[in-house]
């Protein structure tokens, strides 16, 4: 399948699928983006642009029509159309997996079933059982919707001992669709780790990488982690039981909670390249979205050996002037190590995710330091993660081995 009139058709109008676009002309591959109704302006390196809500037959079968294989670059793509497009087209990956991925009760479910370790949840689907599962629970919680929310977005903190009164409230505001209530988490890091696995099951995982957020969005990703050795090959473990038990094909982002005792949990799960997997660009053998390629044409996985040690910085429309007038780019350019990338997207808003910096050096703190000299630029602030427990966790490690 692997030519240069093979079509890449994708399902999604964003920022990974324009990454993904790059990576497949450079390969020499063609590139058919259906946006569903997204016209931001990331999706415009395409060969093709369709611009059609996902409902429009015309476009389903202009779709079907250029395409060869089919793939998704975000993941709340109506699962009627996943199972249309999968009845003509290879579609990796699947849309059973996607499925899954795209409804927290689904997700959480499947990873209970496969005794994946997890923040204990409730199901939640009326108002007394929101107060039931509190209850049942027993502690502080955070109710989530089931589907179609992200960068916390659909997302209620609940008090355990939350009145009556709170518990309506919170459950109006989800506008009564199905939910999850979690336990809420003693959180000391969190982790992610890209995994990709090919048609003939060979699976291949990054190294983790530890995330810093900022009111619930990804703001930066550090590779590798400063978690110990044994926690970070433990999540990559976890990732590739995760890909097998979908049976993926396809790049998967696994996002893990680690707790104050220092245990893994999974948090959530990503069909799709991920944020916290952008600095594979700049700074691995082979990037996440030339491995997307690689898994859904049937070729050999590219090596994820990690070469310098990154920083990944999300650039948020917060820090555009006004909507249509970029940030002065100077200290990015002046800084050795930094590569910029921008998305196409505007007009730029606050919380949207405009593009990225990816900062490398021969060590991760010099990484830091690139990052944070950069941030005292206008570009505002960088902010130093808080990372004691990773470092108290990664020298108790040491001192259990010796070192």
Same mark, same amino acid.
């Given at each position: 399948?692997?030519?240069?009139?093979?079509?890449?058709?994708?399902?999604?109008?964003?920022?990974?699928?324009?990454?993904?676009?790059?990576?497949?002309?450079?390969? #020499?591959?063609?590139?058919?983006?259906?946006?569903?109704?997204?016209?931001?302006?990331?999706?415009?390196?395409?060969?093709?642009?369709?611009?059609?809500?996902?409902?429009?037959?015309?476009?389903?079968?202009?779709?079907?029509?250029?395409?060869?294989?089919?793939?998704?670059?975000?993941? *709340?793509? !109506?699962?009627?159309?996943?199972?249309?497009?999968?009845?003509?087209?290879? %579609?990796?990956?699947?849309?059973?997996?996607?499925?899954? $991925?795209?409804?927290?009760?689904?997700?959480?479910?499947?990873?209970? =079933?496969?005794?994946?370790?997890?923040?204990?949840?409730?199901?939640?689907?009326?108002?007394?059982? %929101?107060?039931?599962?509190?209850?049942?629970?027993?502690?502080?919680?955070?109710?989530?919707?089931?589907?179609?929310?992200? =960068?916390?977005?659909?997302?209620?903190?609940?008090?355990? *001992?939350?009145?009556?009164?709170?518990?309506?409230?919170?459950?109006?505001?989800?506008? #009564?669709?199905? $939910?999850?209530?979690?336990?809420?988490?003693?959180?000391?890091?969190?982790?992610?780790?890209?995994?990709?696995?090919?048609? =003939?099951?060979?699976?291949?995982?990054?190294?983790?990488?530890?995330?810093?957020?900022?009111?619930?969005?990804? &703001?930066?990703?550090?590779?590798?982690?400063?978690?110990?050795?044994?926690?970070?090959?433990?999540?990559?473990?976890?990732?590739?039981?995760?890909?097998?038990?979908?049976?993926?094909?396809?790049? %998967?982002?696994?996002?893990?909670?680690? =707790?104050?005792?220092?245990?893994?949990?999974?948090?959530?799960?990503?069909?799709?390249?991920? *944020?916290?997997?952008? &600095?594979?660009?700049?700074? $691995?053998?082979?990037?996440?979205?030339?491995?997307?390629?690689?898994?859904?044409?049937?070729? !050999?996985?590219?090596?994820?050996?990690?070469?310098?040690?990154?920083?990944?910085?999300?650039?948020? #429309?917060?820090?555009?002037?006004?909507? *249509?007038?970029?940030?002065?780019?100077? !200290?990015?350019?002046?800084?050795?190590?930094?590569?910029?990338?921008?998305?196409?997207? &505007?007009?730029?808003?606050? #919380?949207?995710?405009?593009?990225?910096?990816?900062?490398?050096?021969?060590? %991760?703190?010099?990484?830091?330091?690139?990052?944070?000299?950069?941030?005292?630029?206008?570009?505002?602030?960088?902010?130093?993660?808080?990372?004691?427990?990773?470092?108290?966790?990664?020298?108790?490690?040491?001192?259990?081995?010796?070192?």
């Amino acid at each position: 399948m692997f030519g240069p009139e093979t079509c890449i058709g994708v399902l999604g109008g964003g920022q990974l699928g324009r990454m993904l676009a790059v990576e497949a002309r450079r390969m #020499g591959l063609r590139v058919l983006k259906w946006t569903g109704g997204d016209e931001s302006g990331a999706a415009r390196l395409a060969d093709v642009v369709l611009t059609d809500p996902f409902g429009s037959a015309s476009a389903l079968q202009r779709f079907l029509d250029l395409s060869d294989v089919a793939t998704v670059e975000f993941e *709340n793509v !109506p699962r009627e159309l996943l199972e249309t497009v999968e009845e003509h087209l290879p %579609l990796m990956p699947s849309s059973k997996a996607v499925g899954i $991925c795209q409804n927290r009760i689904r997700e959480k479910s499947f990873l209970a =079933d496969h005794e994946l370790p997890t923040t204990p949840f409730r199901v939640v689907r009326t108002e007394a059982d %929101l107060a039931l599962a509190l209850t049942e629970l027993g502690a502080d919680a955070i109710l989530k919707t089931a589907e179609a929310g992200y =960068d916390g977005k659909g997302q209620r903190a609940l008090r355990a *001992n939350a009145s009556e009164r709170e518990i309506a409230s919170a459950w109006t505001s989800m506008n #009564g669709v199905p $939910c999850v209530l979690e336990k809420k988490v003693d959180l000391a890091a969190e982790l992610s780790v890209i995994v990709a696995r090919s048609t =003939d099951g060979t699976t291949a995982t990054y190294d983790a990488t530890e995330n810093v957020h900022r009111n619930h969005i990804l &703001h930066m990703a550090f590779a590798p982690s400063r978690a110990p050795t044994a926690l970070a090959e433990k999540a990559e473990q976890l990732a590739s039981r995760i890909a097998v038990a979908l049976d993926y094909v396809g790049v %998967l982002g696994v996002e893990f909670f680690v =707790d104050g005792h220092g245990e893994l949990l999974v948090n959530e799960l990503a069909p799709r390249p991920h *944020n916290s997997g952008h &600095h594979t660009i700049d700074a $691995c053998e082979t990037s996440q979205f030339e491995q997307q390629l690689r898994c859904i044409l049937g070729l !050999p996985l590219g090596s994820t050996k990690l070469i310098r040690p990154a920083v990944m910085w999300n650039l948020l #429309g917060e820090l555009w002037p006004n909507a *249509n007038t970029p940030p002065n780019w100077s !200290p990015v350019f002046e800084t050795p190590g930094a590569k910029l990338h921008l998305y196409g997207k &505007h007009p730029a808003k606050a #919380g949207r995710k405009m593009g990225h910096v990816t900062f490398t050096a021969s060590t %991760l703190d010099e990484a830091l330091a690139r990052a944070e000299a950069c941030s005292l630029s206008p570009l505002g602030p960088f902010g130093e993660p808080n990372c004691a427990v990773l470092d108290s966790m990664s020298r108790d490690s040491e001192r259990r081995q010796g070192l």
